[in-house]
């Protein structure tokens, strides 16, 4: 079973940075494409980024130039850098691990970004 955890959410002023963070539990993390998502009030859940097992990572045209997704196989984590946030990066951020049958989310955390 693979569980997440994330961290490193909380209150910014626009233009502000934050670095999210997602622990994985299990053995099998290398193995696993990791993405970051986050849902506004009252909207979708849309993908934020995601990183492959082979280190290939994929943005939402929102947050190009300014998120940059890593992952540290050797500590089951990957993180999100956010730069640059604006007042619509305002959302819960979730953390999601996918690989064939396995597709697993964490409990989210609270970015807010203040104008």
Known sequence: QVQLVESGGGLV????????????SGSIFSLLTMGWYRQALGKQRELVAAITSGGSAN????????????????KNTV??????????????????????????????TQVTVSS
């Open 79 to 108: 993180y999100l850098q956010m730069n640059s946030l604006k007042p619509e990066d305002t959302a819960v951020y979730y953390c999601n691990a996918r690989m064939s049958i396995v597709n697993r989310w964490g409990q989210g």
């Open 59 to 74: 943005y939402a045209d929102s947050v190009k130039g300014r998120f940059t997704i890593s992952r540290d196989n050797a």
């Open 13 to 24: 002023e626009a233009g502000g940075s934050l670095r999210l963070s997602c622990a994985a």
